[in-house]
């Protein structure tokens, strides 16, 4: 599947699926992660993402950089596709499903983030995050008896310096 479609005319790259302009990417050379993290560190998503125009992300970081520049820009659609993307290549990456699951949770697509964190507490049982976003969801749902289920355990987990924040949390959400 391929994760953008665009393309040339008149040396401007059209992104058919978010309809971006993005001008070509001018005198890149051979560019780097390092290259494209300072671009990323620099605010300049656009430009990260003309890279990947050119260049299929071919490493978890560099599927991680196109995702998150599309999401700054305000781009989820394409942002979750790109992550979708990642996860076919790299399954089971961390850092690929940790920030898809912030997305999803973000732009309220519940029932998809549910699904990843399922699949996240299998990778990493003892990330207090994914229990915190799955009660809180369940919360949101009304679904109080499951969501105090995860809220338990993401409170075992969670550091103790959040731990308190997490309690006055669910004592609103419940509420």
Known sequence: MIHIVAF?????IINKMTSLLIMPFEGRGVMDISDLYKLFEDGRYKEVIKF???SFPATPEEYNLEALSFYK?????????????????????????????EILYDAKKYEDAMKYLKEAVEIEPQNYVYYD??????????????????????????PSNVHDQLVDKYSHLEG
């Open 52 to 54: 990947f125009l050119s």
């Open 73 to 101: 820009l305000g781009f989820v659609k394409e942002a979750i596709i790109v992550f979708e993307n990642g996860l076919i290549a790299f399954p089971q990456n961390k850092d690929l499903l940790f920030n898809l699951i």
């Open 133 to 158: 976003i799955m009660a809180t969801i369940l919360f949101l749902q009304g679904n109080n008896g499951k969501a105090l289920t995860f809220a338990q355990k993401a409170l075992k987990f969670a």
């Open 8 to 12: 040339l005319t008149d040396n401007i």
